[in-house]
């Protein structure tokens, strides 16, 4: 069954450094989401793609967080300057909404980032 | 903003009785309600999910209820086992004018033998 893949699983960084973590969605879905959750709490909602734009993004979203999709595989998150705070797991996802008639939001492993 | 709230935040129960977690959400545009399990560590996993055009919905020992005027949606576990010890996270989700999906604050189920 397909899977949505995220490298690197765990990400440890200094504070103010940029770092990039990456998805490869399932390869026939068109939407995009990216999830964060500090050590226990609740799902976060960040942002969504579609048509190769942002569909949605979350008041956590600011000018620090990017998203992209680089090629016909990768959806990447890009955070500039990591704070203390942005210390969490972050979970890619990815749905076929509306094309398969089913919304289900497939999500993946999802990478650890740790800010020093 | 969009808003979920879920109750309780923890549940005890014992082996075999039901588990009910309830969630009201705020964004009357919500239009798809899944449920998700998470293990420790792990990602969420989807357990049963509902569309806003549907009133109840049932798999095995799971169901869940919609009512879109209250904006309240349930999840129904019966017969529940030691192995539905987890945390489980509600939802609501918008899929016009822009996706977007809030998740409820989870609620902890302990499943005692």
């Known amino acids: 069954e397909p899977e949505v893949t995220q490298t690197p699983s765990h990400q440890v960084t200094q504070m103010g450094q940029e770092v990039i973590l990456r998805c490869v969605p399932i390869s026939n879905h068109l939407y995009f989401y990216w999830y964060r959750q500090i050590l226990g709490q609740k799902v976060e909602f960040l942002v969504s793609f579609y048509n190769n734009e942002i569909s949605e993004k979350s008041e956590i979203f600011d000018d620090q967080f990017s998203v992209e999709r680089p090629d016909g595989s990768n959806f990447t998150l890009k955070i500039r300057s990591t704070k203390l705070e942005d210390s969490a797991m972050y979970f890619c996802?990815?749905?076929?909404?509306?094309?398969?008639?089913?919304?289900?939001?497939?999500f993946g492993p999802g990478t650890r980032l740790t800010v020093t | 903003g969009e808003n979920v709230e879920q109750h309780p935040s923890t549940l005890s129960v014992q082996e075999g009785d039901s588990a009910v977690i309830k969630c009201t959400y705020s964004?009357?545009?919500?239009?798809?309600f899944p449920w998700y399990k998470q293990e420790l560590g792990k990602r969420p996993q989807l357990i049963i999910d509902i569309r806003s055009n549907v009133g109840e919905k049932k798999d095995q020992r799971i169901a869940v209820t919609l009512n879109k005027t209250a904006k309240h949606f349930s999840l129904h576990i019966t017969e529940t086992q030691p192995e539905d010890s987890a945390v489980y996270f509600c939802a609501a989700s918008r899929h016009t004018g822009g996706f977007k999906t809030i998740f409820g604050a989870g609620t902890r189920l302990f499943v005692k033998a």
């Open positions: 964004d009357s545009a919500s239009n798809y």
């Open positions: 996802a990815s749905s076929d909404a509306g094309q398969g008639n089913s919304y289900e939001q497939y």
